[in-house]
């Protein structure tokens, strides 16, 4: 049997010049919106869909982007959020600008190895969760990881914004 090949992808090389431990799985991509992605890695994976994490480039009121990192079958309140971040209002950013701002493709975006620094903020219940799973920048490809990795490589912000 021939080894798959794994992409080595910006995120994967940061995950690896911080010495972190992680397992990379892949699943066969298919284009869908935001949970149903989750969902269909979550189910490929055989794992459930609230240790998936989704990774979104946001923007606020001030034109700066960020991410945010939200469990796979939860949503964002974008109110909850700008009071978080005590601004007027938070908005997603479009597949273009995401693109743009983080250097991965939407349903393959990683918080690991952007292209541009941004600030990153996490649902506080994932950073309690055993293990998780986060796209390592290519759709298709899920890194497993211990959670207290966001906080450590990328200063990651707890919030509760999830709904």
Same mark, same amino acid.
Request: with cysteine; net charge positive; glycine share 6%.
């Given at each position: 049997?021939?080894?798959?090949?794994? %992409?080595?992808?910006? /995120?994967?090389?940061? $995950?690896?010049?911080?010495?972190?431990?992680?397992? !990379?799985?892949?699943?066969?991509?298919?284009?869908?919106?935001?949970? /149903?992605?989750?969902?269909?890695?979550? &189910?490929? !994976?055989?794992?459930?869909?609230?240790?998936?994490?989704?990774?979104?480039?946001? *923007? &606020?009121?001030?034109?700066? %982007?960020? =991410?945010?990192?939200?469990?796979? &079958?939860?949503?964002?309140?974008?109110?909850? =959020?700008?009071?978080? =971040?005590?601004?007027?209002?938070?908005? +997603?950013?479009?597949?273009?600008?995401?693109?743009?701002? @983080?250097?991965?493709?939407?349903?393959? #975006? @990683? +918080?690991?190895?952007?292209?541009?620094?941004?600030?990153?903020?996490?649902?506080? @219940?994932? =950073?309690?969760?055993?293990? *998780?799973? #986060?796209?390592?920048?290519?759709?298709?490809? $899920?890194?497993?990881?211990? %959670?207290?990795? $966001?906080?450590?490589? $990328?200063?990651? #912000? %707890?919030?509760?914004?999830?709904?």
């Amino acid at each position: 049997m021939a080894k798959q090949k794994i %992409p080595s992808t910006q /995120a994967i090389r940061e $995950l690896r010049t911080h010495q972190i431990d992680f397992t !990379l799985y892949s699943y066969r991509y298919e284009k869908k919106a935001g949970v /149903a992605v989750a969902a269909a890695a979550a &189910d490929a !994976l055989g794992v459930d869909e609230h240790q998936v994490v989704k990774t979104l480039v946001m *923007m &606020d009121d001030r034109s700066e %982007p960020f =991410l945010v990192l939200m469990h796979g &079958d939860k949503h964002i309140s974008t109110k909850a =959020l700008a009071r978080e =971040l005590d601004v007027k209002k938070v908005r +997603p950013c479009d597949q273009e600008e995401a693109k743009r701002y @983080s250097g991965y493709l939407v349903g393959g #975006i @990683s +918080p690991f190895g952007t292209k541009r620094k941004m600030k990153v903020y996490v649902e506080a @219940s994932i =950073l309690t969760l055993p293990k *998780m799973y #986060i796209n390592a920048g290519k759709r298709g490809l $899920l890194a497993a990881m211990a %959670p207290h990795v $966001l906080t450590r490589v $990328l200063d990651a #912000i %707890p919030v509760n914004v999830a709904v």
